[in-house]
């Protein structure tokens, strides 16, 4: 009996080692962004509405193309509608999820840092960092989680949801679009 243990450990151990070597082991770390960083690096920023999401194949696999109404430009062009290329997604029996990526839905409002993307488009900046969901209280007033105001406030407990207006006064004296609309 304990010769069968043994040969069953064995084996079992032979067939990780086995699996271990042909999968290398990966991670990501997401370094915080303050909102000078993502303002700065961003081509666009708007307040934006959710207007249509497709589903397609992509080059690394599922693709979702978001379209998105522009209420309100913050830094960079004058654009109504804009493409924001998302990854993962579902296309028939094929699912892809990436971490981190925002998860966006029809009629959502989302404050978005932007970047150009090679294919067309744009991609959201610092990933979730640079989709910005807002929620509209009680009183009828828009809130997002904005980023930390200064650079490594990592885990920053005073970070409270702010007034769409009060970021956007912040965004454009970052970016010098203040008497911009």
Known sequence: MCFTR????SIAVLLLMLCASRRPVSASVVVPL??????????LVADVTVIDIRTMPGPDGVERVVQLQVMSTWKGGAERTVFVRL????????????????VVHDGD????FL?????????VLGLHQGALAAVTGAD??????APARMQGARGDVTRAP???????????SIAGTEGAR
């Not at 043994?6 to 450990?9: A, Q």
């Not at 970047?115 to 991609?123: A, I, K, M, N, Q």
């Open 115 to 123: 970047v150009t993307h090679p294919r067309g488009g744009y991609s």
């Open 34 to 43: 303050s909102l000078a960083q993502l303002t700065e690096a961003a081509d």
């Open 87 to 102: 990854a993962g997604g579902r296309l028939g029996p094929t699912e892809t999820r990436v971490a981190g990526v925002p």
């Open 6 to 9: 043994h040969r069953f450990v």
């Open 140 to 145: 009828g007033t828009a809130r997002v989680l």
């Open 162 to 172: 702010r007034r769409i207006a009060e970021l956007e006064g912040d965004v454009r």
């Open 109 to 112: 409002r989302l404050v978005m």
